[in-house]
């Protein structure tokens, strides 16, 4: 049990705080296009349906845009408060992203004001629609600005620095790092996918609670096809990560496979455990395919652990939050395609119950997903804060106070977590589905509803 001094304080409440935030960042980048493309479906297709879709999601997501702005404005307070040392050097190259981020998140909220109180209000729906645009727009770009912090973290560039002094800067070579296009891509795909899993665990939820009208199953294809559609190019930006890493921070992947030793044809290892000769026990082992992974060719040589001091290797653990992260991707996938199998061929019933119950549990997976992905990514950077440049213990705070800060955030985050349930449930309860379609959508009849196949 290490000793809970500042620095580790403060690793704490940083970790509290992005755990927290990034359910409602995921969220916050990945509705708004889910949005889009049920307004738009329902436009083209003249389907009150898809219209319903958009606009109660668009409602559950202001809701989580609200404790999102609490939980990100809370970040940056920590950056100043818990690592100033990093932010005393770091903070002049970072700060145009910053400054950026900051910028796509009013745009997007000046849109989505508009978006939201606009709904009946043109002759020509599809004119609504185009406010949503610079939503997904802002958010995605939102997504983009702070992604290029975090990878500049991990690979520094843009600036000169003699000893603790800045002599040149240049924001946009710091933003453009090599690390950039893999994690953003990484960043975006995955929560795209999380949130149409999310919405179809919702869908799924409702058949299951004998709610299986026109409406949650028009829902659920929709969100099933775009979780596999999302889920397959999450998939293709985590490969081009594994390359990068390979080539670029090969300590971190060799502590996320447990390769110990520089080696041609390695394997990659899931799960397993580590003796005390750090000898795997219960790995299941896949050929050759590490070494596919890192440089797309089954013989090629993967660095080791071997190669590095051990001061400077990250956590073996992180082999776990790798693994976890890989499975439930792979998990998803699956049971989308299973979705879309049992729809297409028609002679099974793709409502079943153990199906629809894999994907309500695919919803809540793919969060977690998105958890352990930035563990990984984050821890398997240490000791580094600053990769080259600047440790964690170093950049952290002195402050003995950081302790009571952990306390009252963790007070803030669990009040807003339970407040934000709350509300969502209230609001969706008290106004069904049912109730909404008959009010604003007379001319959808149960007759309508019971000939609706998918």
Excluded at 116 to 136: A, C, E, G
């Amino acid at each position: 049990m290490p000793e809970l001094d500042s620095v580790v304080l403060s690793r704490m409440l940083t970790s509290l705080t992005l755990v927290f935030h990034i359910i409602f960042a995921t969220i916050g980048v990945g509705v708004p296009l889910m949005v889009s493309i049920a307004e738009y479906i329902g436009i083209k297709k003249k389907d009150s349906h898809y219209i319903l879709l958009a606009r109660r999601w668009t409602r559950g997501f202001v809701i989580t845009v609200a404790i999102g702005v609490v939980t990100g404005t809370a970040i940056g307070l920590q950056l100043s408060l818990l690592w100033p040392s990093f932010m005393q050097i770091a903070g002049n190259v970072i700060s145009l992203p910053l400054f950026l981020e900051t910028f796509a998140f009013f745009f997007e909220a000046i849109f989505l004001g508009a978006y939201l109180y606009t709904w009946d209000r043109f002759k020509k729906p599809i004119y609504h629609w185009l406010l949503s645009i610079p939503v997904v727009i802002g958010s995605g770009m939102s997504a983009v600005f702070i992604t290029t912090v975090n990878a500049f973290m991990n690979a520094p560039q843009g600036f000169t620095l003699e000893g603790r002094t800045i002599t040149t800067i240049d924001p946009i070579a710091a933003m453009l790092n090599p690390a950039t296009p893999t994690k953003v891509a990484h960043v975006l795909t995955s929560s795209y996918f999380t949130s149409a899993a999310i919405l179809a665990a919702i869908a799924a939820y409702s058949i299951l609670r004998k709610k299986s009208n026109v409406y949650h199953r028009k829902a659920l294809k929709l969100t099933v096809t775009l979780t596999l559609m999302f889920g397959i190019l999450t998939a293709v930006a985590g490969d081009f990560s594994a390359k990068y890493l390979a080539e670029n921070q090969p300590e971190k992947l060799a502590a996320a496979e447990w390769l110990f030793e520089t080696e041609e044809g390695a394997d990659l290892i899931m799960f397993g455990r580590l003796n005390e000769s750090n000898e795997i026990v219960g790995g299941i082992r896949f050929p050759k395919l590490l070494s596919f992974l890192a440089n797309g060719d089954f013989n090629s040589e993967v660095t080791g652990l071997d190669q590095f001091p051990e001061s400077l290797t990250p956590p073996l653990w992180i082999h776990y939050m790798f693994d976890f992260m890989i499975t439930i991707g792979m998990y998803g996938i699956g049971v989308s395609l299973l979705y879309i199998l049992f729809m297409r061929l028609k002679k099974w019933n793709e409502l079943n119950k153990p199906l629809l119950w894999l994907l309500v549990a695919n919803g809540p997976l793919a969060m977690l997903g998105i958890e352990f992905g930035w563990i990984y990514a984050e821890v398997g950077r240490q000791p580094w804060i600053l990769k080259g440049y600047m440790k964690v213990a170093e950049g952290a705070t002195t402050s003995p106070n950081v302790g009571l800060m952990f306390l009252l955030f963790l007070a803030l985050y669990t009040a807003l977590g339970v407040t934000c349930v709350v509300v969502l449930r209230k609001m969706f309860r008290n106004n069904p589905v049912e109730l909404e379609l008959e009010h604003r959508y007379p001319n959808v009849t149960k007759k309508d509803d019971s000939k609706w196949t998918t």
